[in-house]
Nanobody, 120 residues
Framework: QVQLVESGGGLVQAGGSLRLSCTASGNFFRIFDMGWYRQAPGKERELVAD???????NYADSAKGRFTISRDIAKNTVWLQMNGLKPEDTAVYSC??????????????WGQGTQVTVSS
C-alpha cells in the first residue's frame, strides 16, 4: 500500500503564489514519475507537471513559465511552486506517483487532492 499526502493548497489572489507539497510513503521499491494533476469543476483531469526519476520534466502549456516542479528522491517528495496564479488555475490539485511495488510491477497512486482557489 502506498499513501500520498499533499499539503499547501488554499485561497490566493490573482498574481499570488502557492507551493504544493506531496510525500509518498508505504511499500514500494522506488518511485519513477511523480507529478501533479488538476481538475476544475466540469472539466477533465489534466496534467500540470511531472518529473521522472532521471529529472526530466513535463509541463502543461498553461503552466510553463509560471509553475516549477521539483523533487527530492530520497524523501519521496515532490513540490509544485506556482507563481503568477490566475483564476483559471482554480482546481483540485492531486499528486500522482508511479511506484515500483514489485520486481515486475509498476502502479500509479493518487493523493486525496488539495483545493487551490484563485480569486480575481
Amino acid at each position: 500500500q502506498v499513501q500520498l499526502v499533499e499539503s499547501g493548497g488554499g485561497l490566493v489572489q490573482a498574481g499570488g503564489s502557492l507551493r504544493l507539497s506531496c510525500t509518498a510513503s508505504g511499500n514500494f521499491f522506488r518511485i519513477f514519475d511523480m507529478g501533479w494533476y488538476r481538475q476544475a469543476p466540469g472539466k477533465e483531469r489534466e496534467l500540470v507537471a511531472d518529473m521522472s526519476l532521471g529529472g526530466s520534466t513535463n509541463y502543461a502549456d498553461s503552466a510553463k513559465g509560471r509553475f516549477t516542479i521539483s523533487r527530492d528522491i530520497a524523501k519521496n517528495t515532490v513540490w509544485l511552486q506556482m507563481n503568477g496564479l490566475k483564476p483559471e488555475d482554480t482546481a483540485v490539485y492531486s499528486c500522482s506517483a508511479r511506484c515500483q511495488i514489485s520486481i515486475s510491477e509498476l502502479r500509479q497512486y493518487w493523493g486525496q487532492g488539495t483545493q487551490v482557489t484563485v480569486s480575481s
